[in-house]
């Protein structure tokens, strides 16, 4: 069976590792927080000006003045440091976050990825994504494989307005574990419990390698 | 000594023309200047451009102004949650620039720090690269940005004295910092109004130098976005 939000949550969390910088997306990457094993300690950044971002307060304990990129009221752990916009993303731009976890609308077989606008339906803005996706060094993504009306979400080439050219490295879908090449591809590396390589190819129009057995992904 | 403190909102804000560029300190609601914002709204000031990195909410923040049609542009990054801006950005009535998060509070600082223009990566091979000179460093593809200054900033901080020197509090800090130093005259508004040489100097975020207007504002509602607890 696919995964729901929460089991893509859960595989991505076991990419992150222990003194990791991480900056989480809005959405399924929001999630990942919850998951991330409690024996390793991880440095969560939020663009607004936090790193070191904590859980949501207490309901006695919201301070208006903490919130993190999505807006929502959070925490600092011990260690945390806050700085204004221009630091932010100087720490981005600069290489320094080891992993950034985003949401996408599409994402292509050469790494392009689409998630800040749909032309003449929503525009949202692209907040920190562009600048995230242009200077970040391990960019993964986190998304459903289809539409809702069924269509692939990877693909050949995007078709929405693009966020940042050949910067995804790996996709997490609620059908598999992605890698794509640096020519260019989406390499199958695992499949959802229960998925089928057959039911991966049908759901991917971008270019799909399969090599040998792929295994089962493992979810605690 | 000199003296940056004025007594109210409206002779803080005197001055702000039709037309006029302003930028906004805050992220979503959080450091907003909440009482300029009002007093802007209550004196009627029109066809302002408005550099901020949202566009606040319906109801609160410069989903004020939109409310009004008092802003005749927006200059941010993300816009959503706002039906009124939405709406009035579908029917052509409102101007709109997006623009990356990090280059946005770049080109504030640079505006700030007296640096015409920089290269960035960010925005290279999307719609954000149009019409920009692209040049390469260490292999890699930026595109040339251009600084932003403002003819009036208005920002808000936690503490300030009355030498205009200024200290942020949590995340509220944002934006606001950058846009002190960007804006022609640059007003503060402040939850504490101290004499100067009651803060620390080692705790200054802003110093004085910034600031032409310093004054108490009356209430914080500090509206919060999105609640979340555990």
């Known amino acids: 069976m696919a995964l729901d939000k929460y089991g893509i949550a859960k595989r991505i969390a076991q990419e992150v590792k222990d003194g990791y910088y991480v900056n989480l997306g809005i959405g399924i990457p929001t999630l990942v927080a919850n998951y991330i094993p409690s024996n390793i300690q991880v440095m969560l950044q939020s663009e607004n000006g936090l790193l070191g971002m904590g859980a949501f307060p207490s309901k006695d304990n919201v301070d208006p003045d903490m919130i993190n990129a999505g807006k929502q009221t959070v925490t600092t752990i011990d260690g945390a440091a806050l700085f204004n916009s221009a630091d932010s993303f100087a720490m981005i731009r600069s290489g320094k976050i080891d992993l950034t976890i985003l949401g996408a609308m599409e994402v292509s077989e050469q790494g392009d990825i689409a998630n800040w606008k749909i032309p003449g339906k929503m525009v949202k803005g692209m907040g920190g994504a562009m600048d995230l996706v242009a200077s970040a060094r391990n960019i993964i993504v986190a998304m459903q494989h289809n539409s809702k009306d069924g269509q692939s979400k990877l693909l050949k080439a995007c078709s929405l307005p693009l966020t940042g050219l050949h910067c995804v490295k790996k996709v997490f879908s609620d059908l598999g574990v992605f890698d794509i090449l640096p020519e260019g591809g989406f390499k199958l590396l695992e499949r959802a419990p229960g998925v089928s390589v057959e039911e991966i190819i049908q759901a991917t129009e971008g270019k799909l390698i399969v090599e040998g057995i792929i295994p089962e992904m493992i979810i605690n | ?174 934006f606001n910092p950058m846009m002190a130093t960007a804006g022609h005259v640059t007003i503060a508004e402040v939850e504490e109004l101290v004499p100067a040489g009651e803060l620390d100097p080692n705790e200054i975020h802003t110093p004085g130098i910034f600031v032409a207007r310093i004054f108490k504002g009356d209430h914080y509602e500090k509206r919060i976005e999105n609640l979340t607890t555990l």
């Not at chain 2, 909410?57 to 410069?62: I, K």
């Not at chain 2, 579908?90 to 504030?108: F, K, M, N, Y």
């Not at chain 2, 019409?131 to 503490?159: M, Y």
């Open chain 2, 1 to 174: 000594m000199i003296n940056k403190t004025v007594q109210h909102v409206d002779e803080a804000i005197r001055d702000i023309h039709d037309g006029a560029t302003i930028m906004f300190g805050g992220f979503g609601l959080c450091g907003i200047p909440e009482n300029c914002i009002a007093a802007i709204q209550k004196r009627g000031t029109k066809n302002l451009t408005c550099i901020s990195n949202n566009a606040g909410v319906d109801g609160f923040g410069l989903g004020l102004l939109l409310a009004t049609r008092q802003i005749k542009k927006m200059i941010s990054s993300y816009v959503g949650e706002n039906h009124e801006f939405e709406k009035q950005l579908l029917s052509g009535e409102l101007d709109v620039e997006l623009i990356p998060q990090g280059t946005l509070a770049e080109r504030i600082r640079a505006g700030g720090a007296g640096i015409p223009a920089f290269y960035t990566p960010a925005g290279y091979g999307t719609e954000v690269a149009d019409g920009k000179e692209v040049r390469v460093f260490d292999g890699k593809p930026h595109l040339l940005e251009h600084w932003l200054r403002a003819d009036f900033s208005i920002v808000k901080a936690w503490k300030g004295d009355t030498a205009g020197n200024l200290i942020f509090k949590g995340t509220a800090r944002n």
